[in-house]
T-cell receptor
Framework: KNEVEQSPQNLTAQEGEFITINCSYSVGISALHWLQQHPGGGIVSLFM???GKKKHGRLIATINIQEKHSSLHITASHPRDSAVYIC?????????FGAGTRLTVKP | DAGVIQSPRHEVTEMGQEVTLRCKPISGHNSLFWYRQTMMRGLELLIYFNNNVPIDDSGMPEDRFSAKMPNASFSTLKIQPSEPRDSAVYFCASSLGVAGLYEQYFGPGTRLTVT
């Protein structure tokens, strides 16, 4: 079993829909990261969180430390949100990654 | 700031050749990470430097891989000899502090193809 599990693997949505991507982990962590990788390949850090909830524009990330679970929400999705979203967890000296969720938002 | 700079962006080489990938972290960042991304294994941490010192190299696949950080503004990842299974995208990232406590900034990656 992978230490970081994401679901779903693939997600197709219509423009405007509310989207949720889930991440569960089985190891102790210092922080959880949500990354976005666009078709061109570049990786951008969206959020780093160790408790509670963070919001940036239409993106919201939550984490439940007791349940070892995090969610990434996208409100009012847009075709430009189409990308691979990767969950990663970090300890003091390492980073472990989920397999990613490929999101396609259709106009 | 220009962000994390990696070179080359693309590298095609023949099996057995030496490959050197280069990274310039964001000025002022004291942690640097090398990652490898493949279709089969996704993203993997290869090695992590803090203040130019390798802290964790447990992800380095084998002795053919080596990484150095001679100063705060430059790091190299070397593969010698290269093999076709080394084909991947190699990312460098930097952050203000230790892994796990600071946001990481990724370079554009180097796409390596070994034929």
């Amino acid at each position: 079993k992978n230490e970081v599990e994401q679901s779903p693997q693939n997600l197709t949505a219509q423009e405007g829909e509310f989207i949720t991507i889930n991440c569960s982990y089985s190891v102790g962590i210092s922080a959880l990261h949500w990354l976005q990788q666009h078709p061109g390949g570049g990786i951008v850090s969206l959020f780093m969180l160790s408790s509670g909830k963070k919001k940036h524009g239409r993106l919201i990330a939550t984490i439940n430390i007791q349940e070892k679970h995090s969610s990434l929400h996208i409100t009012a999705s847009h075709p430009r949100d189409s990308a691979v979203y990767i969950c990663a967890v970090s300890g003091n000296n390492d980073m472990r990654f989920g397999a990613g969720t490929r999101l396609t938002v259709k106009p | 700031d220009a962000g994390v700079i990696q070179s080359p962006r693309h590298e095609v080489t023949e099996m057995g050749q030496e490959v050197t990938l280069r990274c310039k972290p964001i000025s002022g960042h004291n942690s640097l990470f090398w990652y490898r991304q493949t279709m089969m294994r996704g993203l993997e941490l290869l090695i992590y430097f803090n203040n130019n010192v390798p802290i964790d190299d447990s992800g380095m696949p084998e002795d053919r891989f080596s990484a150095k950080m001679p100063n705060a503004s430059f790091s190299t990842l070397k593969i010698q000899p290269s093999e076709p299974r080394d084909s991947a995208v190699y990312f460098c990232a930097s952050s203000l502090g230790v892994a796990g406590l600071y946001e990481q900034y990724f370079g554009p990656g180097t796409r390596l193809t070994v034929t």
